[in-house]
């Protein structure tokens, strides 16, 4: 097994690592004697409580600090190692008489014993010690400057003052969390990220588990805030334009494929409001790296008129379970088994009723009707949309047959907007295009302009639009990342 | 046991908050007079407090341990809530 960093080597030969506490390496006392005085074995016992335990073995050590049971993964006592040139070839675990003697060479050993019995779970997992383990062995390979809080101040204030918070408590990034935090990636704290805008700074992967502690995320959530923040960095996506912009727009995160069920997340009742963590804290990260790491901030280089409650998080995944129709992520070319994180320059969320349609037609003028007001019912073209689907409006489409791109397409028919009406001027509205425009028909969404996902709970005839920014080269397009490990 | 936290920012400020904007006059104020413990600097700030305190401004008096290392962290804190502003008696 590989050992966790620069750990203590192991003596050539055979090593036991044991405990007084255990059971089982009290049982296995005198067979540790016996290997001892066997010929042509080299037996070195490490004892994790007692020093002087066991007895009748020339070479004991304690591994008082735990050093070497946590450098080299114990994870049971007793655990017998053997080892060559510094190198461990062999382990087992607990007591076994024939994995004993084939490890060790060693014949006969504990013939009064019962064949096998398993171990105890070693002090370095201990549940108590794991943590204060990681931060001793581990926390120098942290680069982040260290913060020291004064005795009398209280630690929710002082993140406050120190500017780190979007306006909510923010959790401690403590060495301990911080640490346990980057256990839910395998990607090294010092591998670069991104670089992140408004700053332009290199962001590692430590700097995003610190700013997924301070939002609240599980080590689980790590991998989507780190794929987040790779898609939120490049130009495509602009994220420097959706922060410096004054209109009321930000980072809207849609999750699909399997991690959306490993991590918890809600696609149903309530799929884009409060109550789930993983939904609440993945996009906090991502706009907390945007802060901290990115110095965006509000009256900074974000220059919001109005802003939108959203901008604290906005990150749901797709219910594709039910949906009658290929999930986004498949329709922008991933396998339906990865997992992805796509990025959408959007506003706040607004509802679309619809309670009478029961046919497809009838229910895709409402829906094009609500669609044709994205940011100005006068202006087509600058802005995409998404469209989130309800799962009682996604099966009127299901019962009558129409997929995705049958919807889409009718949606784009029927947000055609006449020229005359939408000239500057047309009804008595000084906003819209110029005058030459007045005897064209302009699309209201550009051909991929319009994102069509499925989510929500089980009851409701509603669907919910989130209007997007300035769309194409000169805004910000749409951006999906594989979620990695 | 204070804690001790990873700095989540690009690291290009200093951790330590930026200094206040002096005021303009000393009405209302408090004012926290820390002695850094070298000889004869009490002198000093005795003679400080009392001319403070005829002009009734409200006056603490600190010390540091030793002139010789920084003020600890808590004291440090202590005279930031206590204070609006510091005068440190820096020599003998």
Known sequence: MERVGDGPVLPDGVAVVVKRDCPTCRMIEPVLAQLDTASDVTLTVFTQDDPTFPTGVGKVVHDDDLAVSYHHRIETVPTVMRVEDGIERERTVGWSRDQWEALSGARGLGPELVDMRPGCGSLSVDPTMADRLRVRFEAGRLRARRVQLAELEDGAEAMFDRGWSDGLPVVPPTEARVLRMLGGTDRAPDDVVAVVPPDLVECTVEKVAINAVLAGCKPEYLPVVLAAVEAACTDTFNTHGLLATTMPVGPVMIINGPIRHHIGMNDGVNVLGQGNRANSTIGRALQLVIRNVGGGRPGGVDRATQGNPGKLSFCFPENEERSPWEPLHVERGFAPTSSTVTLFPGEGPRGVVDQLSRDPESLARSLASCLRTVQHPKLPLAFDCILVVSPEHGRVFAEAGWTKAQLRERLHELTLLEGKDIVRGADGITEGVPEWAKDAQLPKFRPDGILIVHAGGGAGLFSTIIAGWVNGDTGSQPVTKEIGS | ?92
């Open chain 2, 1 to 92: 046991m204070s804690d001790v936290l990873l700095d989540p920012t690009s690291e290009r400020t200093p951790s330590q908050r930026q200094r206040l904007v002096r005021p303009g006059d000393l009405d209302g104020l408090t004012v926290g007079l820390l002695d850094i413990s070298k000889p004869r600097g009490d002198v000093f700030l005795d003679q400080l407090e009392k001319r403070l305190r005829a002009r009734d401004i409200e006056v603490l008096r600190f010390a540091k341990p030793t002139f010789t290392k920084p003020a600890p962290l808590d004291l440090r804190h202590e005279i930031s809530t206590k204070c609006d502003l510091v005068i440190e008696a820096l020599a003998d």
